[in-house]
Structure formats: structure tokens, C-alpha cells
């Protein structure tokens, strides 16, 4: 069954439909860079939390990692300073992870971003 992959952009980060998102799954990973604060004060969900400190981890987590859903919020200025083939091997492999495996992710890149926005883009 093919997943769903969706990448989003907001100016800030949406806690209603992050809720919403944590709530859609029973498990779920929840991930995170710097320059995003969440007060997870009152919410109860089985979702495993981590921080991302850099696109290569990011990239071994999502290719490492079991198929729960992937919920990951991104700051601007943090892809904005990636390499463009990290994010162009990001992208793919988010792409075929969501294909193949059937796991469902959502990149949300919160701030203003341009310059990466083709590539974020998926195709299906």
C-alpha cells in the first residue's frame, strides 16, 4: 500500500493540525529542529519525540527507522542552510519510503522558505 507523503509550509508552527496529526495514529515519530518550540504540556500521545540536529540524521532516522508515520517540523532557516543534494537525497528518500513501504510522512517546514521549495515539492 503506498503511503501518504505531503510536504507543507506555515509561518509558524501549526499546533492545531500537529494535533490533529498526532491524533490521525496510534504510534507515530515526531520530529523536530532546532528553532521550534512546542509546550507539550496536556497532550497524551504515544508518539516518539526527537530532535533533529542535522540533514544526514535526519536522513538515517527516516532510512533506519520502522514504518510508524513520520510527522516532521522543520525551521526555514535550517533547510534554508542544507546542502542542495542533501535535500535532493531527502526528498527521495522520503519519496520512496512513503512508495514502497507505505509509510506515511509529513515535512512541514515552518517559517519562509523559497529557495528549496521546488525540490521539497513531491511528485506523484
Known amino acids: 500500500m503506498i503511503g501518504h507523503l505531503e510536504v507543507f509550509q506555515t509561518p509558524k508552527i501549526d499546533e492545531n493540525r500537529l494535533k490533529d496529526l ?64 542533501d535535500i535532493v537525497s531527502l526528498s527521495e528518500i522520503m519519496q520512496i519510503k512513503s512508495y514502497y513501504r507505505g509509510c506515511d510522512i509529513y515535512f512541514n517546514v515552518v517559517g519562509n522558505y523559497n529557495f528549496y521549495n521546488f525540490i521539497l515539492r513531491p511528485v506523484r
Do not use: C
Not at 526527537?50 to 533506519?64: D, G, N, S
Not at 513520520?70 to 542542495?84: G, K, L, R, Y
Open 22 to 85: 498526532l491524533e490521525k495514529y496510534y504510534s507515530s515519530h515526531f520530529l523536530i529542529s532546532d528553532g521550534i518550540m512546542i509546550d507539550f504540556r496536556g497532550w497524551n500521545f504515544n508518539t516518539k519525540i526527537q530532535r533533529i540536529l542535522t540533514v544526514y540524521q535526519l536522513k538515517r532516522i527516516l532510512m533506519e527507522a520502522d514504518d510508524m508515520p513520520f510527522i516532521i517540523s522543520v525551521a526555514a532557516e535550517i533547510v534554508n542552510s542544507w546542502p542542495v543534494k
